[in-house]
């Protein structure tokens, strides 16, 4: 998908040009990103590793919904208090629904899982951070990404426009073991000008807690 | 002019489809000498509110309220759209029909998803193009693939850009569909007289025209509405997107359906005078556009690719 967006980039630039030019808001529309446009659409982040540049983006008060847990599997010490931890990669005879395709070479289960406590997330530095906190997990070695999610630019925020927001955890929308965003099946398209007729009706379908009515036509 | 002489000055016949309302109905005198809302007292609005309750009752069998939540000093409401994210699942589409009632039957989307195929033309006249009202191309419109997004292709969403400077205000001759002060383009849906010169001038096509009496199942009508927004429409009258003007100036300044329900997180809304808004965060760090920029629309609707 990568690819995709570059190439999707390189194919507006022409556009752009034409209709970035005239427009001059009262707000500043055209500052270009920090560290210069053109050839960043696409880039590929590099994995910092650095607490420093976190600090640079102070964390504003963040609220979530909870952790996208498969259900009963929390809390995790409730097996994992009576085993011993395994660091060994190796292929697993539990957990078999979790195929680790992050950055695998370099990375396996217990640089992210804390060993000794199951329940915890765990930093580089050896910190520890609860699964409400993941994102300071993921933002260790997506620095950017994870700055722009504060803002609210990156992933999503809901709430109020002008209050408290409630934001979206990474791993609500990325599978932290194999984080590719996944393709979904589109809503129905709008009825063609020929097909006015046939909508027979309306169905409601609930996504993430909220209602919303798709139609239903005749074949 | 003013509506009752532009009425008079059409031909019968043309005024008489045009009229906006069931006939039959008891309040139909009151209805269509209905005072402009925009010149109303706190107190004609609240009766226009009462009568306009009791029709909703009467016809849905519920308790529907019609808000008039004046604009809110200091803010002017802005959009952004990131290209990069969209992968043109249509949520928001529906999202979008079932906060703010449009009619199922006939269907009103205010939300066109476009899908675009890397390295052709299709649907270029979207972005650029001084072109009036475009046609949409079959093939922009109506893809339905089983997953998104797919190879190849992106999608860009459409709607209304509430522009600063726009169109079709100019070209309402009855003042019906005008800009608050908090920058959303509304329509006095009982002014308007369904002439669709709005239609017209619209250089996005985001004006949508109820030709037949709208349906929507009772059971499926949102009943917190406002007057300027998603109150139940009639037969005659233009509508689109309002940035969801009865959640955006509720006291809970809530975001709009479609901001709400995007699955990734590609539609942001906020003040673009308050600088530490997301909205205004993306304009100083994104690089944003706007569609058909050379037209000087200036929308408050704005795209940008965040990768």
């Excluded at chain 1, 994992?80 to 979790?98: M, V």
């Amino acid at each position: 998908m990568y690819i995709k967006r570059k190439a999707i980039g390189i194919f507006f630039v022409s556009v752009l040009l034409l209709a970035i030019s005239g427009g001059q808001f009262y707000i500043n529309a055209e500052e270009g990103r920090q560290g210069g446009h053109g050839n960043d659409a696409g880039h590929k982040e590099p994995p910092v590793r650095s607490a420093e540049k976190l600090s640079e983006h102070p964390l504003p008060e963040i609220t979530t919904p909870k952790p996208p847990f498969s259900e009963g599997i929390f809390p995790c010490t409730s097996c994992h208090a009576g085993l011993e931890p395994n660091a060994q990669r190796r292929e697993l005879g539990f957990h078999t629904d979790i195929v680790l395709v992050h950055s695998t070479k370099q990375r396996w289960c217990l640089d992210c899982h804390d060993a000794q406590d199951r329940d915890m997330l765990r930093l580089a530095n050896g910190e520890h951070v609860p699964f409400t906190k993941s994102y300071m997990l993921c933002g260790q070695c997506h620095g950017p990404t994870f700055n722009e999610w504060k803002a609210g630019v990156h992933g999503k925020r809901t709430g109020s426009w002008e209050g408290k927001k409630e934001y979206r955890l990474c791993v609500h929308c990325h599978n932290p073991h194999s984080p590719r965003y996944k393709p979904l099946k589109p809503s129905p398209m709008p009825a063609r000008p020929q097909d006015i007729n046939k909508v027979l009706d309306t169905v409601g379908v609930t996504i993430e807690n909220q209602t919303i009515y798709i139609p239903v036509y005749k074949k | 002019m003013d509506r009752r002489k532009f009425i008079k000055s059409m031909a019968v016949g043309a005024a008489a489809t045009a009229v906006p309302l069931n006939q039959s109905d008891a309040s139909f005198f009151d209805t269509f000498f209905q005072k402009y809302y925009r010149e109303m007292t706190k107190e004609e609005k609240e009766e226009v509110v009462q009568r306009l309750e009791a029709e909703y009752k009467a016809k849905y069998g519920k308790d529907i309220k019609v808000g008039t939540e004046e604009h809110i000093p200091g803010v002017l409401f802005g959009y952004a759209l990131d290209l990069s994210r969209c992968i043109g699942c249509r949520r928001c589409v529906y999202a979008c029909v079932t906060e703010n009632n449009q009619s199922r039957n006939p269907q009103i989307h205010y939300i066109q998803v476009l899908r675009f195929r890397r390295g052709t033309s299709e649907g270029e006249h979207w972005i650029a193009g001084a072109s009036g009202v475009s046609n949409l191309e079959e093939s922009v419109k109506y893809y339905d693939p089983p997953l998104v997004p797919q190879e190849e292709h992106f999608y860009m969403p459409v709607q209304c850009q509430q522009c600063e400077n726009p169109p079709c205000v100019k070209a309402c001759p009855t003042q019906a569909t005008y800009k608050t002060r908090d920058g959303i383009v509304v329509v006095d849906y009982n002014w308007c007289i369904g002439c669709r010169y709005c239609m017209a001038a619209c250089p996005y096509d985001a004006r949508k025209l109820n030709w037949a009496e709208p349906y929507i199942p009772k059971e499926q009508i949102n009943p917190v509405t406002h007057y300027l927004g998603n109150r139940p429409r009639m037969k005659g009258c233009v509508e689109k997107c309002f940035f969801c003007i009865q959640r955006v100036r509720a006291k809970e300044r809530r975001y709009p359906a479609c901001v709400e329900i995007c699955p990734v997180g590609a539609r942001k809304f906020g003040n673009l005078l308050d600088p530490s808004s997301e909205i205004r965060y993306i304009m100083a760090h994104e690089r944003v556009f706007r569609l058909k920029e050379e037209l000087n629309t200036s929308p408050k609707f704005f795209y940008f690719f965040s990768i």
